[in-house]
């Protein structure tokens, strides 16, 4: 795997993240001597015009060159590694076979209210929404941030999976990754996390075996983290729900995992096919 600049991601950080919080958004900003540097290191990068279309074709292009086997070798060498970023290219390859070429079709996404009347109506591609969990995607994207996209994956390992521009984004960084194999230490934490994912009870929420990954050896990580890896396995099926008619909490920040419980353990199928052969 490419070593990343310790320079150029702290200069990245600094522009998001200070202080163990966001930066506010009008407070951001970058001496270009220090974007130039970050850029040159491949941390940060120009915005980025583009359309729907466009996005889609690339993203079926990108795919089409990754191996699953290469996605699933960066997953689990980020456990012991804590290269979140390389967590999330297995999340984003998922979702790129999910697609078909097509181009943008409109559908109301929602309205925004002011005295009860309609101010504003926002639109997503049909064709997107109507993918697996839906992908959110715009007609065009025009000057949109890769540096705040970069950021999150770094940080977390990536938080915008339905985010069209976000799969692309994330598929074209990780193409230019050589991912090595898993340590056996990687392994060992992968197995533990399945064993914790099957000492779950029936009726168990997410957050419970949010919890029960606290205690894995060695897999040093934030509540968030573990978090985005939940997040990660429902988005490939390893964590599947057995019944989408289920009630959840009342505030939660889940997406993939939102209707996993205890009693639904781990994919025996999709565990095998992308880590099968570590696993014997």
Request: charged content about 30%; some cysteine.
């Amino acid at each position: 795997m490419r070593k990343m600049d310790k320079k150029a991601k702290d200069i990245l950080f600094k522009t998001y993240w200070q202080n163990g919080c966001w930066t506010d958004r009008d407070a951001r900003s970058i001496n270009p001597s220090d974007f130039e540097y970050a850029k040159e290191k491949g941390l940060m990068f120009e915005s980025l015009t583009i359309s729907h279309d466009d996005c889609v074709k690339k993203i079926i292009e990108i795919a089409n060159g990754i191996k699953a086997e290469d996605v699933a070798k960066a997953f689990l060498s980020s456990l012991s590694s804590r290269r979140l970023d390389l967590r999330s290219g297995i999340g984003s390859f998922f979702i790129a076979k999910l697609f078909t070429p097509h181009i943008y079709t409109p559908v109301i996404s929602g309205h925004s209210y002011e005295n009860g009347k309609i101010t504003h109506t926002s639109y997503t591609c049909e064709i997107c929404r109507d993918l697996k969990y839906g992908i959110v995607g715009h007609d065009f994207y025009e000057n949109e941030d890769l540096n705040v996209l970069n950021f999150e994956r770094i940080k977390w390992g990536g938080v915008r999976h339905g985010d069209l521009i976000y799969t692309f984004f994330d598929l074209e960084q990780f193409s230019k990754e050589l991912i090595t194999e898993p340590t056996k230490e990687d392994i060992e934490i992968f197995k533990e996390i399945l064993n914790a994912i099957n000492s779950c009870k029936h009726g168990d929420y997410p957050s419970v075996l949010r919890d029960k990954l606290k205690d894995v050896p060695n897999l040093k990580s934030s509540k968030d983290e573990r978090s985005i890896i939940l997040e990660i396995l429902a988005c490939i099926d390893v964590l599947k729900p057995a019944s989408y008619d289920r009630p959840t909490a009342s505030k939660h920040d889940w997406t993939y995992v939102e209707f996993w419980r205890g009693e639904d353990k781990y994919n025996v199928e999709t565990v095998n096919k992308y880590f099968g052969k570590y696993l014997e």
